[in-house]
T-cell receptor
């Protein structure tokens, strides 16, 4: 079965420090991987995606993610965290078993950036 | 700017009183989704449309219905809301080719009294 795991419910980091939000996946075939961010009382916002090509993917707001096929991971990273990055982050994978229109979301990781 | 719009942003309804939530999009995407999200959990897919082709999730209660009269609009009808239906309802769209990332509206927070 296809799945996404975010092992940390919460990540705390000081402003200016690098941040990592972890994600591992299990899919059949080539993975289509995504990160979304959700601010309070808002919908999810697409951050970045990995389809093919370079393992390091750059996205919005200075975020990037590293695809690691051998470890089946797709960790979200940012070199220098901002207080405004505090939000709920979801890793997701395209569900190729259902024709491709559905997305499987991880449980989410809440990021707190302390000033 | 192209976007996904949801109205209203906040909706209060009484137990058992039907309610309709609306979603519109200017992205001209073929696929539209409705999700239910509770307490910062992962969004739970209720159903999706590929054009007019309706696809219901197996565990979506019969109390939830949807209509898509045209490409731009999609509605979520809750026929008899219960207290357990209080949640954030998210509408999203995606293309039918490429990478399939989804574009979300701001959500409608439903309160059932």
């Amino acid at each position: 079965a296809q799945s996404v795991a975010q092992p940390e419910d919460q990540v705390n980091v000081a402003e200016g420090n690098p941040l990592t939000v972890k994600c591992t996946y299990s899919v059949s075939g080539n993975p289509y991987l995504f990160w979304y961010v959700q601010y309070p009382n808002r919908g999810l916002q697409f951050l970045l995606k990995y389809i093919t090509g370079d393992n390091l993917v750059k996205g919005s707001y200075g975020f990037e993610a590293e695809f690691n096929k051998s470890q089946t991971s797709f960790h979200l990273k940012k070199p220098s965290a901002l207080v405004s990055d505090s939000a709920l982050y979801f890793c997701a994978v395209r569900d190729t078993n259902t024709g491709g229109f559905k997305t499987i979301f991880g449980a989410g990781t809440r990021l707190f950036v302390k000033a | 700017d192209a976007m996904v719009i949801q109205n209203p942003r906040y909706q209060v309804t009484q137990f058992g009183k039907p309610v309709t939530l609306s979603c519109s999009q200017t992205l001209n995407h073929n696929v539209m989704y409705w999700y239910q999200q509770k307490s910062s959990q992962a969004p739970k897919l209720l159903f999706h449309y590929y054009d007019k082709d309706f696809n219901n999730e197996a565990d979506t209660p019969d109390n939830f219905q949807s209509r898509r009269p045209n490409t731009s609009f999609c509605f979520l009808d809750i026929r008899s809301p219960g207290l357990g239906d209080a949640a954030m309802y998210l509408c999203a769209t995606s293309r039918t080719s490429g990478s399939y990332e989804q574009y979300f509206g701001p959500g409608t927070r439903l309160t059932v009294t």
